[in-house]
């Protein structure tokens, strides 16, 4: 009862002096809203990283020369990776590697009728779609009779389709796209349709992901500087990333460091720590006007203990105890630290929200980040609160009294 009783004097003041009371909540608001929209942003971003990186494959490896070890000499033909090597790290590797290709990219300006559009063209081998994740819609993949006859054939997506041909399905139909200098007629044979992701709802442009049988993209030779793999997923991509590596500059006669890798796991753990030390480091700023709120809610408290000295001067002369005195004033502070938390995380959760809104991205809100805000905000205000309390607590009755 005596508990229910300060918090009910404790609204009471908080009423009496509304403005001053937010006021002085406002550092805890500002505090509060930044952490959880951080968090919630951090959390929602590194989400939206794992999707990409889980869509695209998380056993996928980047292999490619060491740059810094042509920075001298150039880079030479010995140093290119060969159609020969491709068949020895098969070999050498026949369970691990379940798909290789030279890494190739280009780009064309395409005019269909009087539609235009970029595409962007990346070369893939037979069996492109078992390992990256494809919702081939009509017709197919890249096969191995594409590569092996350097057909000119090309994969495009639905809505690149639909903006060419105003049509789903636009297998059999032709673009023209510019590739080493010439042009080249590309035959659609299939149409796939693809989920867009965060960076393709970003892109207002008319620029579209395409494949193409790798072989079109090698200008002159079939030599690659690079290679993409998908390996087993059993497997640490790490450790078998340094095999595979340390044999290719083996059997090229290299350095063991000439050839070097870089796996999509590898890749979603550095983002995600940046984006988790980011989000702890701002975080921590922000967390600063919590302690600046604090000091507010001290301060306030101080002027509330002088403003009511005969108040607690009357209290104890009725016989209030020194406890009684101290737990009403705590519970104020803590109250007023406490509705501020609870608007700054609402605040917070409706700043991520809007913010996750605009990019087209649903907004992660972990419940044990808004019990720890709020749980905290009380804290900082029992912890600044604690000095006018125990002020107000010793306060002698009789020259309470006579306080004017």
């Known amino acids: 009862m005596l508990l229910l009783e300060n918090v009910k004097l404790a609204l009471s003041s908080i009423k009496m002096n509304k403005m001053r009371s937010f006021l002085t909540m406002l550092g805890i608001i500002i505090g509060i809203s930044s952490v959880i929209a951080i968090t919630s942003i951090g959390a929602s971003a590194e989400a939206v990283v794992n999707k990409e990186f889980q869509s ?20 030479q033909y010995s140093d290119l990776i060969l159609p020969e090597d491709i ?72 809505k690149a389709s639909r903006h060419f041909f105003n049509k789903a399905d636009s297998v059999g139909e032709k673009l023209v796209v510019r590739l080493g200098g010439e042009n080249k007629e590309l035959t659609i044979v299939g149409v796939y349709r693809k989920e867009p992701s965060i960076f393709d709802k970003m892109n207002t442009g008319s620029s579209f992901i395409t494949y193409v049988p790798y072989p079109l993209l090698q200008i002159g030779d079939d030599t690659a500087v690079a290679l993409m793999l998908y390996i087993n997923g059993e497997k640490n991509p790490t450790e078998l990333g340094g095999e595979i590596t340390r044999y290719l500059s083996r059997i090229k006669d290299k350095d063991p460091m000439f050839y070097k890798f870089e796996s999509a796991e590898a890749q979603m753990d550095m983002i995600n720590n940046v984006l988790g030390t980011l989000s702890i480091a701002i975080g921590a700023i922000a967390a600063i006007s919590l302690v600046v709120g604090g000091i507010g809610i001290m301060n306030i408290m101080l002027v509330s203990v002088t403003e009511r000295t005969r108040e607690i001067g009357i209290r104890k002369s009725l016989g209030a105890r020194t406890k009684d005195i101290l737990t009403q004033f705590l519970i104020e502070s803590m109250i007023l630290a406490g509705i501020g938390g609870i608007i700054g995380t609402a605040l917070g959760i409706g700043i991520a929200a809007a913010g996750m809104g605009i990019a087209g991205v649903a907004v992660i809100i972990k419940p044990l980040t808004v019990l720890i805000a709020v749980g905290f905000s009380a804290m900082v205000g029992m912890f600044f609160g604690l000095y006018p309390a125990r002020k107000a607590a010793k306060l002698n009755p009789i020259e309470a009294l006579r306080y004017e």
């Open 56 to 75: 695209f494959g998380t056993n996928a490896m980047y292999l490619y020369m060491n740059w810094e070890m042509t920075a001298d000499s150039g880079i």
């Open 87 to 158: 068949d020895a790290l098969k070999a050498r590797f026949p369970e691990d590697i379940l798909y290789v290709c030279p890494s190739l990219y280009g780009s064309s300006e395409v005019k269909a009728g009087r539609v235009n559009g970029k595409l962007e063209m990346e070369g893939v081998a037979a069996d492109y779609n078992k390992f990256y994740r494809m919702d081939m819609i009509y017709g197919r993949m890249i096969n191995e009779s594409d590569i092996l006859g350097k057909r000119e054939r090309i994969v495009i997506d639905e």
